[in-house]
T-cell receptor, first 113, second 112 residues
Framework: AQSVTQPDIHITVSEGASLELRCNYS??????LFWYVQSPGQGLQLLLK??????LVQGIKGFEAEFKRSQSSFNLRKPSVHWSDAAEYFC???????????FGAGTRLTVKP | DAGITQSPRHKVTETGTPVTLRCHQT?????MYWYRQDPGHGLRLIHY???????DKGEVSDGYSVSRSKTEDFLLTLESATSSQTSVYFCAIKGQATYEQYFGPGTRLTVT
């Protein structure tokens, strides 16, 4: 069964600094990978997705992620963090029919002024 | 906006009582999902539906049942609520021509 590990429970960065959130997955076939963001008290919003093709994918709000098959990773990056980016971020992996999508435990991002 | 609403948004109930949560969608999506979110666990799939009257179990289905009598509504029932079912419950749908899921606003359930 697929699984996702987000090694960092909590990350603090200064506003304007770069950000990288780590995600490692375990899946036997070609994974379908996702990053979601959740603001306090809200639902999850899709940031970006990877199905195939170019391994560097662009998402909303200036985020990007890179799929590295050799490392089983799908790390999320942003070159310059804004205070409004403070939220919890979830990596998820799915299969072709995507009826059993697995989520990581999440990384909470704090942004310092 | 995927046109998903959940009701109620908040509920407090006592151990042993039945509880039903409702997910309503307006865009005729075939696939609908119920997840629970708990600290340290991310989201875990409870049940999903792939059509009217067609449902299947997810990772954490014990203690939960679901029903889907109309395309637009997917109900999650806790037959006899327990304190371990205190959680935030999210409904999701899958896009018609893609593989990502879109989530509702969530229901916070507290079982005392």
């Amino acid at each position: 069964a697929q699984s996702v590990t987000q090694p960092d429970i909590h990350i603090t960065v200064s506003e304007g600094a770069s950000l990288e959130l780590r995600c490692n997955y375990s899946y036997g076939a070609t994974p379908y990978l996702f990053w979601y963001v959740q603001s306090p008290g809200q639902g999850l919003q899709l940031l970006l997705k990877y199905f195939s093709g170019d391994t560097l994918v662009q998402g909303i709000k200036g985020f990007e992620a890179e799929f590295k098959r050799s490392q089983s990773s799908f790390n999320l990056r942003k070159p310059s963090v804004h205070w409004s980016d403070a939220a919890e971020y979830f990596c998820a992996v799915g299969s072709l029919n995507n009826n059993d999508m697995r989520f990581g435990a999440g990384t909470r991002l704090t942004v310092k002024p | 906006d995927a046109g998903i609403t959940q009701s109620p948004r908040h509920k407090v109930t006592e151990t042993g009582t039945p509880v039903t949560l409702r997910c309503h969608q307006t865009e005729n999506h075939r696939y609908m999902y119920w997840y629970r979110q708990d600290p340290g666990h991310g989201l875990r799939l409870i049940h999903y539906s792939y059509g009217v009257k067609d449902t299947d179990k997810g990772e954490v289905s014990d203690g939960y049942s679901v029903s889907r009598s109309k395309t637009e509504d997917f109900l999650l029932t806790l037959e006899s609520a327990t304190s371990s079912q205190t959680s935030v419950y999210f409904c999701a749908i899958k896009g018609q021509a893609t593989y990502e899921q879109y989530f509702g606003p969530g229901t916070r359930l507290t079982v005392t």
